[in-house]
């Protein structure tokens, strides 16, 4: 009864196995991916695991405190930034082993050419409430 | 959501919410003595239950039990009838001897040796404990985990589905429903639902059911833990270790209650870990101020449980523990002994670094500590302990 995030990510992550952008893969291809994905949450709710899945578009907008009475400053999105995150899903699993086999799965999504991306998933676990019983 | 109950268990809408779910198990129970299909009998109940809140202001019964099993096994039978699911149900009937009359001790037990039959996980079995045997809504369930009400829906049904060619009358063991219980009561979000009170309550009703020492440690141990709740974290929220927890705000009916269960159990001579670990923490409650613990006793008791149980977590308190015996030399030498990759490790070396007046080597390892945590209320405050010997050098 652990929660772990899967993250994805555009940019920042090791190259994946099958490396093509997504832009060159056909329509279908494209769709198999979708499918995949979808097909992915619906059997992790089955199973009474899935807690989440979003995905993020690639802009984004840097915004900060800019002192009392005046208004944030926004910057960005900058171009040079090595880490994008393009989504995430939440699982509810009994074990660290279950939640990586869940991301090796996840992994294996069909990309060009129908073979597995192969790409790279970021693991992390959720910090939980604290246990009742300590010492 | 459920409506606010005050103290004698009755809401707002006029129900007696406690004496409904204490119900649920003993007229599941007669369901499935009847022949229905434990899935199917769970489903029925729960519709009654759904029922009941609804019916009982305006109408309240003078047989609450028999309206449950009368309105639960009229659900059963119409959700039966229409589909091959009867034909089925009557074969069952059919190949198995009538069942004869049984005390509902037996039934709530046979209930709780399913609910956390081994070939569950640990979270399905939790799951479906609190919803067949504690007569929660899977949307309770699921806000007390924090998970969506769909996916614990599948959870619970996955469950039944795993259980269902498990014979009813078939003898369970204990200590796999003792572990449910106690995932309950340790591993809970502070959700609407109060998972600590409820396992308790499911501890107790357990204990009712069964003549068995560790089915009682394991209600003194939940008992002694829950009496020191209200000084286990501060107003923010920042944890409160025990040492410094003010101990005119602890339970001392609870307390009470707790020490008496477990001499009793004791008594018995049949030791187990919940006996080994209330007894640690009745050592504790029995200190009028953190000075006065009798950590001589509390190191011997956890030799126990490290005989017991063989875990490694174990060892790591005894550390702590031997470190209060025997000063923090010999706290520093018995977890030499052990993995510095087991968890909170490096919180435990900072604290004895500590009282061994290492202040360096202390905060580099309260920082690392934190960096470890598994929970942010410990992140905190081991963030927090590290600021505090930096700030002094």
């Known amino acids: 009864m652990a929660k772990y995030l899967l993250l994805k990510h555009y940019r920042g992550a090791p190259a994946a196995v099958n490396d093509v952008p997504m832009d060159r ?10 499918r995949y994905m979808q097909d992915f949450a619906d059997r992790l709710e089955a199973v009474g695991e899935f807690v989440d899945g979003q995905a993020l578009a690639p802009g984004g907008t840097w915004v900060r405190y800019d002192g009392e009475g005046r208004p944030p400053v926004t910057d960005g999105p900058f171009a040079e930034t090595k880490d994008l995150i393009a989504g995430w899903m939440v699982i ?7 939640a990586v086999e869940l991301a090796g799965e996840l992994s294996a999504a069909p990309g060009a050419g129908g073979k597995p991306i192969h790409e790279w998933l970021e693991l992390r676990p959720f910090l939980t409430a604290p246990p009742t019983i300590t010492e | 959501m459920t409506a606010p109950v005050n103290e004698a268990g009755v809401d707002e809408a006029g129900v007696n919410e406690a004496l ?3 119900l649920t198990p003993g007229v599941l129970g007669i369901l499935v003595r009847r022949g229905a299909d434990f899935a199917a009998a769970e489903d029925a109940v729960q519709d009654a239950l759904v029922e009941a809140v609804r019916a009982w202001p305006a109408d309240p019964p003078r047989d609450p039990k028999g309206w449950l099993v009368t309105v639960a096994w009229r659900r059963f039978l119409d959700a039966t009838r229409a589909d091959t699911a009867r034909r089925r149900r009557e074969e069952l009937v059919d190949e198995e001897p009538a069942p ?9 037990l046979q209930l709780y040796f399913l609910c956390a039959h081994p070939s569950l996980t640990p979270s399905s079995a939790v799951a479906l404990t609190l919803r ?4 929660l809504t899977t949307r309770q369930i699921a806000q007390a985990y924090l998970v969506p009400e769909a996916t614990m829906a599948q959870r619970i049904s996955r469950a039944k589905r795993t259980v269902a060619g498990v014979r009813f009358d078939q003898p369970g063991d204990v200590a796999t429903v003792l572990r449910v219980l106690y995932l309950v009561f340790n591993e809970g979000y502070s959700g609407d639902v109060d998972l600590a009170a409820e396992a308790i309550r499911l501890t107790r009703q357990l204990a009712a059911a069964i003549d068995h020492p560790e089915v009682a440690g394991l ?3 939940m008992l002694l833990h829950h009496a020191r709740r209200a000084s286990r974290t501060a107003p923010d929220g920042a944890l409160v270790p025990l040492a410094e927890q003010d101990r005119a705000r602890w339970d001392t009916r609870l307390i009470a209650e707790g020490v008496e269960i477990l001499q009793a159990a004791l008594a018995r001579d049949r030791l187990g870990e919940f ?4 007894a640690i923490a009745a050592l504790h409650a029995d200190a009028p101020a953190a000075a006065e613990t009798d950590w001589v006793q509390i190191v011997e008791w956890y030799d126990e449980l490290a005989r017991l149980t063989g875990s490694p977590v174990v060892r790591l308190n005894r550390a702590v523990a031997v470190g209060e015996a025997d000063g923090p030399r010999a706290g520093l030498e018995a977890l030499a002994a052990l993995d510095d990759s087991l968890p909170r490790y490096s919180a435990v070396a900072a604290y004895l670094h500590e009282r061994d007046g290492d202040r360096a080597a202390a905060a580099r390892l309260y920082a690392e500590a934190a960096r ?3 929970t942010l209320a410990e992140r905190d405050y081991l963030t927090r302990q590290a600021a505090r010997l930096n700030a002094g050098r």
């Not at chain 1, 893969?25 to 979708?34: G, L, Y």
């Not at chain 1, 509810?92 to 279950?98: G, H, I, K, L």
């Not at chain 2, 004869?100 to 709530?108: L, N, V």
């Not at chain 2, 067949?132 to 007569?135: C, D, F, K, R, T």
């Open chain 1, 25 to 34: 893969w056909t329509p279908d291809e494209i769709s198999a991916h979708m």
């Open chain 1, 92 to 98: 509810d699993v009994d074990s660290y082993e279950r």
């Open chain 2, 20 to 22: 409904l779910r204490s």
């Open chain 2, 100 to 108: 004869g009359p049984a005390p509902a001790a037996d039934d709530t």
């Open chain 2, 132 to 135: 067949a045997v504690g007569g």
């Open chain 2, 219 to 221: 209600l003194a141990l």
């Open chain 2, 275 to 278: 006996q080994a670990q209330a």
């Open chain 2, 372 to 374: 470890k945590a598994p």
